[in-house]
């Protein structure tokens, strides 16, 4: 039970649920709760949350030019393994041209006069036509910078979440990387569907920043989304027999980048057993031209037959906000191990022009990214373990560990152990107030 809300989770039913047991035991709970909280007790927790509460905000105060300055970050409160979610949220609030977008976003109510102000149990069997995604994403994302010194409560997110997304129902441990791209998915979707009968593509569409050009469409019309980190890839396969060469060209949104096999047992940054992984190993491993192996023959139509075949890679498009997944777990006969390797990346100045099909056309500046925020996963397994997030701000580099969020520095940073790099292209900053 929700000691704040008094919501009742089932674990059985995988569900919040509203029945009660035939002796009404879950409402004696909730009115036991109740009471405590006109207790003593609860009155001497307060003080003691109240104290903390005042330590927590003398440990934000940073000294910026001599004077003393709040730290105007805020952080997420943990509902139950929901750190992927939060340290995906935390990043993305740190786009600043995509977050610009959605806090912008008019607002929309979802509450008719009847329930408004009235206290709800959530139960995933409501039904779906009274949510919206991207309404309790843009609420989220405006929490965020308010200056507010107590964590935000995602609840609402995490509702909708659960109702559109069933991957994600239960209080179990999730991968982020998945996470942000069924958010991704499902926020491109709804924004393209509109909401209430107003298309948000169209306020999109009337924003002179993101022209036509810069527009990367997926599964349908364009959006905030494939404006921001579409991108486009052309795959190229070459048969070996006769010589055929195929091509096609896939949009994307982030590219998953394998750690090269001589760099896995490479743990740390320190370690002097070789060289050390860098990023550019990652991009090079991915770009690198591949011959393909028998499960993966390509079918020739020259040959009429699957015929063996190199493949590669190169971009054809370059996204505004560059997101780069690290391929840290991997399947063996029976589990998900992670591969612990780090790697190093640049926080300024990533070129990503040796990997356009065609750079010439590209302008000397139009290729460099400078990292925005790391997704780092702590702890052994894809189930298990920790997410938190590295992301600058205003010049500053803060570290989202769930509610607690404190100052850090570039060294810090640079020593992660990536698992999600958003990077972020240098003349997209100049352009992000006007989006």
Same mark, same amino acid.
């Not at 992984?277 to 491993?285: A, E, H, Q």
């Given at each position: 039970?929700?000691?704040s809300?008094?919501?009742t989770y089932?674990y059985?039913?995988?569900?919040?649920?509203?029945?009660?047991t035939?002796?009404?035991?879950?409402?004696?709970?909730r009115?036991?709760?109740?009471?405590?909280e006109?207790?003593?007790?609860?009155?001497?927790r307060?003080?003691?949350?109240?104290?903390?509460?005042?330590?927590?905000?003398?440990?934000?105060? #940073?000294?910026?030019?001599?004077?003393?300055?709040?730290?105007?970050?805020?952080?997420?409160?943990?509902?139950?393994?929901?750190?992927?979610?939060n340290?995906?949220?935390?990043?993305?609030?740190?786009?600043?041209?995509?977050?610009?977008?959605?806090?912008e976003l008019?607002?929309?109510? =979802?509450?008719n006069?009847?329930?408004?102000g009235?206290?709800?149990?959530?139960?995933?069997? +409501?039904?779906?036509?009274?949510?919206?995604?991207?309404?309790?994403?843009?609420?989220?994302l405006?929490?965020?910078?308010?200056?507010?010194?107590t964590? @935000?409560?995602?609840?609402s997110? @995490?509702?909708?979440?659960?109702?559109?997304?069933?991957? @994600?129902?239960?209080y179990?441990? +999730?991968?982020?990387?998945?996470?942000m791209?069924?958010l991704?998915d499902?926020?491109?979707?709804?924004?393209?569907?509109?909401? /209430?009968?107003?298309?948000?593509?169209?306020?999109l569409? &009337?924003?002179?920043?993101?022209?036509?050009? /810069?527009?990367?469409?997926?599964?349908?019309?364009?959006?905030?989304?494939?404006?921001?980190f579409?991108?486009?890839?052309? /795959?190229e396969?070459?048969?070996?027999?006769?010589?055929?060469?195929?091509?096609?060209?896939d949009?994307?949104?982030?590219?998953?980048l394998?750690?090269?096999?001589?760099?896995?047992?490479?743990?740390?940054?320190? +370690?002097?057993?070789?060289?050390?992984?860098? =990023?550019?190993?990652?991009?090079?491993? @991915?770009t690198?031209?591949?011959?393909l192996?028998?499960? &993966? #023959?390509?079918?020739?139509?020259?040959?009429?037959?699957?015929?063996?075949?190199?493949?590669?890679?190169?971009?054809?498009k370059?996204?505004?906000?560059?997101?780069?997944?690290?391929?840290?777990?991997?399947?063996?006969?029976?589990?998900?191990?992670?591969?612990?390797?780090?790697?190093?990346?640049?926080?300024?100045?990533?070129?990503?022009?040796?990997?356009?099909?065609e750079p010439?056309?590209?302008?000397?500046?139009?290729?460099?990214?400078?990292?925005?925020a790391?997704?780092?996963h702590?702890?052994?397994?894809?189930?298990?373990?920790?997410?938190?997030?590295y992301?600058?701000?205003?010049?500053?580099?803060?570290h989202? /560990?769930?509610s607690?969020?404190?100052v850090?520095?570039? &060294?810090?940073?640079?020593?992660?152990k990536?698992?999600? #790099?958003?990077?972020?292209?240098? +003349?997209?900053?100049?352009?992000?107030?006007?989006?």
């Amino acid at each position: 039970m929700d000691c704040s809300s008094y919501s009742t989770y089932c674990y059985r039913c995988d569900d919040f649920v509203v029945n009660d047991t035939k002796l009404g035991l879950v409402q004696k709970v909730r009115e036991h709760l109740q009471n405590l909280e006109n207790s003593a007790f609860t009155a001497d927790r307060h003080r003691k949350r109240k104290l903390l509460e005042n330590s927590s905000l003398n440990s934000k105060l #940073l000294k910026v030019n001599g004077s003393t300055t709040a730290i105007c970050a805020t952080g997420l409160r943990n509902l139950g393994n929901t750190c992927f979610m939060n340290a995906i949220l935390q990043s993305l609030s740190n786009i600043e041209q995509f977050c610009c977008y959605f806090k912008e976003l008019p607002a929309v109510e =979802l509450r008719n006069g009847k329930t408004a102000g009235r206290r709800t149990y959530h139960t995933r069997s +409501q039904g779906d036509s009274n949510v919206s995604l991207v309404e309790e994403f843009r609420k989220t994302l405006c929490a965020l910078w308010q200056g507010s010194q107590t964590a @935000f409560s995602p609840e609402s997110l @995490f509702y909708v979440v659960w109702k559109i997304m069933p991957n @994600f129902r239960g209080y179990q441990q +999730q991968d982020a990387h998945e996470f942000m791209r069924y958010l991704l998915d499902h926020l491109h979707l709804e924004l393209q569907g509109g909401f /209430n009968g107003v298309s948000r593509s169209a306020i999109l569409q &009337e924003n002179s920043t993101l022209s036509a050009s /810069n527009k990367c469409c997926i599964n349908g019309a364009s959006t905030v989304v494939t404006a921001i980190f579409g991108g486009i890839l052309q /795959n190229e396969v070459n048969c070996l027999i006769c010589g055929t060469e195929s091509r096609k060209f896939d949009p994307f949104l982030d590219l998953s980048l394998d750690i090269p096999s001589q760099f896995r047992s490479k743990r740390s940054k320190n +370690q002097e057993n070789g060289p050390v992984c860098s =990023l550019r190993d990652c991009l090079r491993s @991915f770009t690198d031209l591949e011959e393909l192996d028998e499960t &993966e #023959l390509y079918m020739c139509h020259k040959c009429k037959k699957k015929q063996k075949s190199t493949k590669k890679f190169w971009i054809q498009k370059l996204p505004k906000a560059l997101c780069l997944h690290l391929k840290r777990f991997h399947w063996t006969a029976y589990l998900r191990n992670k591969v612990d390797t780090y790697v190093q990346f640049p926080l300024r100045g990533l070129d990503m022009k040796c990997y356009l099909l065609e750079p010439e056309n590209s302008g000397p500046d139009s290729c460099l990214y400078d990292l925005a925020a790391v997704v780092v996963h702590h702890g052994s397994g894809v189930g298990s373990g920790h997410y938190t997030a590295y992301a600058v701000h205003e010049g500053r580099w803060f570290h989202f /560990n769930d509610s607690t969020v404190t100052v850090t520095d570039e &060294e810090t940073v640079g020593k992660a152990k990536a698992y999600i #790099l958003f990077y972020v292209e240098r +003349q997209a900053r100049a352009g992000a107030e006007k989006l």
